[in-house]
């Protein structure tokens, strides 16, 4: 099967090529949020400013620089998807970033979880195409967890409750059929998103230093064959889940 040709050797395309690395301030830890909101919110901060971008056919993708406690973060929004979202973090790492904080929203598969908790993906099953290029075929892939016991560390001492739990990542949000649903929840997955299984690969495959975290939102209700935006549960500001980040990136100051 194509899913099955992985191979660990170097492409004719690396992003580490002259051409596609341009200039722009980079700092140690750079915090990529699926959220327009949250990277809004960071601009109107006093002190922020634009330190450098990419570039694609989609336009340019800018990062900024935030200072917190006298250390300088970078903050920048990441494409939806898994093809976008490692696309750019290939770049960014090979422009030099080491540290990628990465947050947005997942969908809920278990009801019982509810709106605007945190979510640490322990593993996740890999029902998108991107990961199979970054590590070889299977059904799942586990987080690393020096990185996961980090960011748990992390929000332990700020007392910030949060869930961990294996992620189910699909490409297709509008084949989330009910009975896919069911198998998902047998198989240990209580949540669903685009990204996370290829964000694991990817960071395992370059040995980059990834911590990803969810806010939950909408509920996938598969008893009464129904979605449910659980619109009116969304009660926290997203600023709140950039904070959240922030503790993080402070950890990794230690």
């Avoid at 601009?43 to 406690?69: D, H, M, R, S």
């Avoid at 560390?153 to 739990?165: D, F, M, P």
């Avoid at 598969?222 to 950039?242: I, P, V, Y």
């Avoid at 503790?247 to 230690?254: G, P, Q, V």
Wanted: aromatic letters at 10%; hydrophobic letters at 40%; charged letters at 25%.
């Amino acid at each position: 099967m194509l899913l099955e040709e992985f191979e660990n050797v170097p492409a004719v395309i690396e992003p580490t090529d002259p051409s596609l690395c341009g200039g722009g301030e980079v700092c140690e830890t750079i915090i990529l949020s699926f959220n327009g909101e949250i990277l809004e919110g960071v601009k109107q901060c006093e002190g922020v400013y634009e330190a450098g971008y990419l570039t694609n056919l989609n336009g340019k993708f800018p990062w900024y620089i935030y200072k917190v406690a006298g250390r300088k973060l970078a903050v920048a929004m990441i494409g939806i998807g898994a093809p976008m979202a490692v696309g750019l973090l290939e770049e960014l790492k090979a422009r030099g970033f080491k540290n990628f904080i990465i947050l947005g929203s997942c969908g809920v598969l278990d009801q019982s979880i509810q709106a605007d908790k945190i979510i640490l993906p322990s593993s996740a099953i890999r029902d998108e195409g991107t990961s199979y290029h970054y590590a070889p075929a299977s059904d799942e892939i586990a987080y690393d967890e020096t990185l996961l016991l980090t960011m748990e560390e992390a929000l332990n001492k700020s007392g910030i409750e949060h869930i961990r739990t294996k992620a189910w990542t699909t490409d297709a949000f509008y084949r989330e059929t009910p009975d896919k649903v069911k198998r998902r929840l047998a198989a240990g997955a209580k949540v669903v998103d685009m990204e996370a299984s290829a964000i694991m690969a990817w960071s395992q495959f370059r040995q980059a230093k990834v911590y990803q975290f969810f806010y939950t939102a909408d509920y996938v209700d598969h008893h009464n064959r129904t979605w449910d935006a659980r619109r009116e549960e969304r009660t926290a500001d997203a600023m709140t889940f950039f904070t959240i980040a922030l503790t993080i990136a402070k950890e990794l100051e230690r």
